[in-house]
């Protein structure tokens, strides 16, 4: 019966052990998933405000050249702007 007793022990301390040694794969798990988290969540935040840029930029140069052309039409039409080449009658 003393034999049983000391049995059960054993398995209730190899337990313990056992679940001690659980958590501390459950944090280091959480700990690593958090890592993994914020390093995909600034990926995309980056990928997203560089294609925001892309964009912006775009448009941008989109906007000064019409403004562009849409001046030197502008010039060439009031007589401002001197054409190269000239206009047959």
């Known amino acids: 019966m003393e034999e049983l007793r000391e ?4 398995l209730e301390r ?4 056992l679940r ?3 958590a501390a794969y459950r944090d280091e798990l ?3 998933a958090d ?5 995909t969540s600034e990926r995309v935040r980056n990928d997203f405000f560089t ?6 930029i775009t448009r941008l140069f989109y906007i000064i050249g019409l403004v562009v052309v849409g001046l030197a039409l502008w010039l060439a039409g009031s ?3 001197p054409l190269p080449i000239k206009a047959a009658p």
Do not use: D
């Not at 890592?35 to 390093?39: D, E, G, L, N, S």
């Open 35 to 39: 890592a993994i988290v914020t390093r």
């Open 79 to 81: 007589g401002k702007l």
């Open 7 to 10: 049995l059960v022990r054993a």
């Open 51 to 56: 294609e925001v840029g892309k964009t912006v």
């Open 14 to 17: 190899e337990v313990h052990a």
């Open 30 to 32: 959480r700990t690593s």
């Open 20 to 22: 001690a040694e659980v």
